[in-house]
């Protein structure tokens, strides 16, 4: 999850970005103030993970500009993208309400400007603006039932499928390092190139993907293999799993910058 350390630019500018939102407009300009006090500007690279599944909600974002993609991604399913996020919107809202960790993940599609805003400080002005809770509920609820209706349209998963084009190396079963590219990675499976010759479509595979210094066993499927590029399915995890693929996926975005 993407935590800034100060803001980037002064509190009279996220002042000015807040007032000009549609959720934050209206607001007195004490109520602004102290959320402005509370917030800092996030650049997030394209692809970048701006929180997991999982993850504390602590904070709401605003998309100042960009892009961010919505998505699920569990073992054993297809991944689901719910929605697109852009300039104006809010990200990660239901911790203000009901979300105590988050329930989805969310990533930038295009190079996003954020404006991270700290969980707490918005409650106390939530707490003193109802009408500001209705509003962002209401909007909440309006998107959720867009994305519905549009299911169909948001079903591309190349806003969610970045291609990584990672170096890696993989271990095999008989002791052997050999080294490859990683072109995605999910909870779900991945998928490498310059991999051995004789991993056909329809085998098993066990190996270790080694990534700098770290080891994610893989027990996997191959679903797929066009020339020398395979899509492995993973049809069993380790525990804790989940949390180290978005463990490793974060590390080859920061390294990927």
């Given at each position: 999850m993407?935590?800034?350390?100060?803001?980037?630019?002064?509190?009279?500018?996220?002042?000015?970005?807040?007032?000009?939102?549609?959720t934050?407009?209206?607001?007195?300009?004490e109520?602004?103030?102290?959320?402005?006090?509370?917030?800092?500007?996030?650049?997030v690279?394209?692809?970048?993970?701006?929180?997991?599944h999982?993850?504390?909600a602590?904070?709401?974002?605003?998309v100042?500009?960009?892009?961010?993609?919505?998505?699920?991604d569990?073992?054993?399913?297809?991944?689901q993208l719910?929605?697109?996020i852009?300039p104006?919107e809010?990200?990660?809202?239901?911790?203000?309400?009901?979300?105590?960790?988050?329930?989805?993940?969310?990533?930038?599609?295009?190079?996003?400007?954020?404006?991270?805003?700290?969980?707490?400080?918005?409650?106390?002005?939530?707490?003193?603006e109802?009408?500001?809770?209705?509003?962002?509920?209401n909007?909440?609820?309006?998107?959720r039932?867009?994305?519905?209706?549009?299911?169909?349209?948001?079903?591309?998963q190349?806003?969610?499928?970045i291609?990584?084009?990672?170096?890696?190396r993989?271990r095999?079963?008989?002791?052997?390092?050999v080294?490859?590219?990683?072109?995605n990675?999910?909870?779900?499976g991945?998928?490498?190139?310059s991999?051995?010759?004789?991993w056909?479509?329809?085998?098993?595979v066990?190996?270790?993907?080694?990534?700098?210094?770290?080891?994610?066993?893989?027990?996997g499927r191959?679903?797929?293999?066009?020339?020398?590029?395979?899509?492995?399915?993973f049809?069993s995890?380790?525990?804790?799993?989940?949390r180290?693929?978005?463990?490793?996926?974060r590390?080859?975005g920061?390294?990927?910058?």
């Amino acid at each position: 999850m993407l935590r800034p350390s100060r803001p980037a630019i002064s509190e009279t500018m996220l002042d000015a970005i807040l007032a000009d939102s549609e959720t934050f407009s209206g607001l007195p300009p004490e109520r602004l103030r102290s959320l402005a006090a509370h917030s800092a500007e996030v650049p997030v690279a394209a692809g970048k993970l701006v929180f997991a599944h999982g993850d504390p909600a602590d904070a709401v974002y605003l998309v100042v500009e960009g892009t961010v993609t919505i998505f699920r991604d569990k073992v054993g399913r297809a991944m689901q993208l719910l929605a697109r996020i852009g300039p104006g919107e809010l990200l990660g809202e239901l911790c203000l309400f009901d979300e105590t960790t988050r329930t989805a993940s969310a990533r930038a599609a295009t190079g996003c400007r954020l404006l991270r805003l700290s969980r707490e400080p918005l409650l106390e002005v939530l707490r003193a603006e109802p009408q500001l809770a209705v509003r962002i509920q209401n909007t909440a609820a309006r998107r959720r039932n867009l994305n519905s209706a549009a299911a169909l349209e948001l079903g591309q998963q190349s806003e969610v499928r970045i291609r990584l084009r990672a170096p890696v190396r993989i271990r095999l079963e008989d002791g052997r390092v050999v080294a490859a590219e990683l072109a995605n990675l999910s909870v779900g499976g991945l998928s490498l190139e310059s991999v051995p010759d004789d991993w056909a479509a329809g085998t098993t595979v066990r190996f270790e993907l080694l990534v700098d210094g770290e080891a994610l066993a893989v027990d996997g499927r191959i679903a797929w293999r066009h020339e020398g590029a395979v899509g492995i399915a993973f049809q069993s995890q380790a525990k804790g799993h989940e949390r180290f693929v978005y463990r490793l996926l974060r590390r080859l975005g920061e390294n990927g910058k």
